[in-house]
């Protein structure tokens, strides 16, 4: 997965500098804000639906606004760094994707299932499809045995994040950020395979 492009050095106006301000409660800097993350929201939202159905309902630009909404107006979130706001962003837009399936499958039991692929990376053979809701429960599963394992596969897999950015984001060492990413990799690849 591609990673997120690196950050230029800081002024006042770099996304890291406007996301310490936000957190502080200015609320004007949003408007500086959002010409510098909209490019990396939507390529993570086209990362999402990629592998949605063709007529999905909920577009791209539409994840995106909604995942925007819901991170900025959260008050005072302590913001770290650009790499802790798309990491944030990533797991938000998973669960908007999740929410909008249950509430889809709810309407249409026995419909069809919201397909997804699964970064090769993870289960280090073919692309498999699966179902958001089968992945999001095995993200829960991992979550409730390691939460910090599951953090690092969803920001790998999902934001596209490097390991050295979750390092940063999680406050751990590399090293470390690789072994739990090795460990949750092997364990998701076993739950992943019980699948049909």
């Not at 086209?46 to 925007?68: F, I």
Request: charged content about 25%; glycine content about 4%.
């Amino acid at each position: 997965m591609a990673a997120l492009a690196p950050e230029p050095p800081r002024s006042n106006n770099s996304i890291t500098a406007l996301l310490v301000q936000l957190s502080a409660g200015n609320r004007e800097v949003e408007a500086l804000l959002i010409p510098q993350v909209y490019g990396e929201l939507r390529r993570l939202a086209d990362r999402y639906m990629r592998h949605e159905r063709g007529n999905h309902t909920l577009q791209p630009t539409a994840l995106v606004n909604e995942a925007y909404v819901q991170l900025v107006k959260q008050p005072q979130v302590p913001w770290q760094s650009r790499a802790h706001f798309f990491a944030t962003a990533s797991q938000l837009m998973r669960h908007i994707l999740v929410d909008h399936a249950r509430k889809r499958q709810a309407g249409k039991r026995g419909g069809p299932q919201h397909q997804v692929t699964l970064n090769e990376a993870v289960l280090q053979t073919e692309n498999r499809t699966l179902d958001i809701l089968v992945l999001n429960e095995a993200l829960e599963r991992l979550a409730q045995l390691d939460p910090r394992q599951a953090l690092i596969v969803e920001h790998h897999c999902v934001g596209g994040l490097t390991f050295e950015e979750i390092a940063e984001v999680l406050a751990l060492s590399e090293r470390t950020v690789k072994r739990d990413w090795s460990m949750a990799r092997a364990w998701l690849k076993g739950e992943l395979s019980k699948q049909p």
